[in-house]
């Protein structure tokens, strides 16, 4: 990606910073480069995410998929074993893939009715393979193809850790399988397995998705000047310390829709900790500049805005019309318009002291898409290194866990108690 | 809907509210709803927003879509325009609605190849009928009904003000038309003809959601203790005021997704204002229990999260298992699951000192949903008066309405020559 962070700059707005901090902030950034690149070296817990694109083999997962030709794949799946996968098919426009990423039961039915159950292929993803929401909807659909005469055991696909539920079950039934990568926390795992198994059994190009996270590997170095995701994340830090603790993102494409989800998770889940951390915003243009804009740039200054586009893509004209306050849309195209729009939507937001960065790639395909991940990954990991947190855990979850265990009849634990003696105030 | 602030309380967390604030903070209330009863009933302009159940007739609603009986309908709009229409009908399950809300040239292609153009309903929606990005979208999806040999003014139908250039098309065409409600801005205006149309047209029951609507209107009373919708605007506004700057919007619910994105609109457009204005975030539960909760839980306390679900609904048994390890959730439902991560995620927020509130309706039915749509506006204009701005205007917005206009050779404007003076410093 390439980043222009003129917007965020002190010269422009007041909760800007300057070059001068910039610049003595990069000798941080050198130096927590050296501690990145070595965590890549040796495959470091966390670090060695970003050593995915040279560890994942593509071979393994078209081994594991042979002999499926679907129309249809629903990943089974919550969190990160969902958000990758369903970022890089959506952005690919591999059509077909569906997620089970709730426990709505609404949606599963839902789902399962619309399905093609006979030519559909079930990717279950779980790394310790106990995830409840995930094992759960699994006994599902498992059930629900018996009872439509589909074996599941034929159309069933598996990725998950070394040992657990999943990976014995998979044994018993003999079921193709991925595995989960070693020291790759869940978010940072879609340029794996977790994040390509449906996008390779919808056709789509994954070697061309690692070609590109492998360009992002190659495009670190020690300055935050010449590294674009050392630049986006040593300026979301800047910021973050200046005010913005609110990372509003916004791509401005559909395709790139989950992608601001998948965003939202590697944000909060990895730099959400010892009371710091910017809360992501999931935001689209230019939909939401009729939703939150106003906001943005009248509400309180504590905001980054992100805006994320494609140089090129496949346009649309807009049919001249004879209606005379239209007719300067006539002869345009939707993208025009659209890119109209992201300039505009920036430079108002210039006008109105609100720091935002532009992220720009060439276009929407799998080797940008590929790069992008890699790269906003190694960019929150600079983040993390920044300000000195744990970018690879996830401790808070665990709590909420127990609790809901503990009330299913899961086992005995006190945070269950916790729940039952919750303080009420109705209103009704 | 219920409300349950017992979390939000200073008893339960350091950043929450103590009854004896809410106390005093219920006279002000008192004062609000006065004004806000006066100007229901007087119409003055967006108080006329909550007179829409008794306002809206859904008689010309369905005399506008006489004849038709149409397998898709597209909404052709952008904002409030949209998205009140996309929560109703996502809501009631009703299936077959699809929105063009952006300008997206490769989006607006995908659809326009998937739907089948000659059973669809094109409903274009916008007050001033100049809004470039409806307009450009209908001036494409018409060309291309055209092309595919459907004669779109057969097709078509219009909600729009009473004058301007869409007023103008339908009257030379003869098109029904609905009509946008004087003194409702937008986003307020999901219980009117912008809102049900869709809803309509594919056979739900607008007339229950309007039912709803005018039950919201009967429980405001003068006191926060009494009414569910002031219960929440009050609580909101005071933890603003004790730095909840974010509020989280979390429903249990699929089928509730789109209603976050509608409260998004709502919260931002109306409240970010004057260097005030809580920043919504859409989230889902029990999905981003995986995604966002470590944030909410160890990040900074600057949130409020507030945790909606239905009370019933359609349920789905999980089925047994022989794992050990999972077979706590046999004879569990998937219900049964989303409700205890529900009460064990809202517990373990409350435990990290996080408050939340709870908003809880019977069943996601026209009803309930009707009157949830009227409750959270009520609740919003509240807050509006509480703070002390103006809640029904959106003045920031046209900044770059203006200079995308500029831009696109649409006149002279001073902002689109800022866009091009923009400041670059680019890493690529």
Chains 1, 2 share one sequence.
Not at 21 to 32: H, K, P, T, W
Not at 228 to 252: D, K, M, Q, S, W
Not at 323 to 336: I, K, M
Not at 393 to 416: D, H, M, S
Request: proline share 5%; with cysteine; net charge negative.
């Amino acid at each position: 990606m390439d980043v222009d962070f003129g917007n965020a700059l002190a010269s422009v707005a007041v909760t800007g910073v300057s070059e001068a901090s910039l610049e003595r902030l990069d000798r941080r950034v050198g130096r927590a480069h050296e501690r990145i690149a070595a965590g890549i070296e040796d495959r470091t817990f966390g670090y060695a995410s970003l050593a995915l694109p040279e560890e994942t083999d593509p071979t393994e997962i078209r081994t594991a998929l042979e002999g499926f030709d679907p129309e249809a794949v629903v990943t089974v799946g919550i969190g990160g074993s969902a958000l990758g996968a369903k970022t890089v098919t959506e952005a690919l426009g591999c059509a077909g893939h569906h997620t089970l990423d709730n426990v709505d039961p609404v949606e599963t039915a839902r789902l399962l009715e619309e399905l093609p159950l006979e030519s559909t292929l079930v990717n279950v993803v779980s790394r310790s393979g106990t995830t409840a929401e995930t094992l759960s909807n699994f006994l599902v659909v498992r059930e629900a193809m018996t009872e439509a005469g589909v074996e599941w055991t034929e159309r069933t696909v598996v990725t998950t850790g070394d040992s657990g539920p999943l990976r014995d079950l998979a044994d018993r039934h003999d079921l193709p399988t991925c595995s989960v990568p070693e020291g790759v926390p869940g978010r940072f795992s879609a340029l794996s397995a977790v994040g390509l198994v449906p996008a390779a059994a919808l056709g789509c190009d994954i070697e061309a998705v690692l070609e590109g996270g492998a360009e992002g590997r190659q495009s670190l170095s020690p300055s935050l000047f010449e590294t674009p995701a050392y630049a986006y994340g040593a300026v979301a830090y800047a910021l973050e310390n200046r005010g913005a603790t609110t990372n509003a993102f916004v791509p401005y494409a559909e395709a790139l829709e989950p992608l601001s989800e998948w965003f939202a998770q590697l944000w909060a889940e990895s730099l959400g900790k010892d009371g710091l951390g910017q809360t992501p915003v999931r935001a689209l243009g230019a939909t939401d500049q009729h939703s939150q804009l106003q906001l943005y740039r009248a509400g309180r200054k504590d905001k980054l805005v992100t805006l994320l586009r494609p140089r090129e893509r496949e346009d649309v004209p807009i049919p001249d019309t004879d209606v005379d306050e239209l007719s300067y849309l006539g002869g345009e195209t939707l993208g025009g318009l659209l890119d109209a729009e992201f300039e505009a939507t920036e430079a108002s937001l210039a006008a109105a002291d609100q720091p935002n960065v532009r992220l720009e790639i060439d276009r929407i395909d799998a080797e940008s898409v590929g790069q992008l991940l890699y790269e906003l990954e190694a960019a929150c990991i600079l983040v993390g290194e920044l300000s000195g947190i744990e970018t690879f855990t996830q401790p808070a979850v665990e709590w909420g866990k127990r609790a809901a265990r503990g009330l299913l009849g899961g086992g005995e634990f006190e945070e269950a108690e916790a729940v039952e003696g919750k303080t009420s105030r109705r209103v009704e």
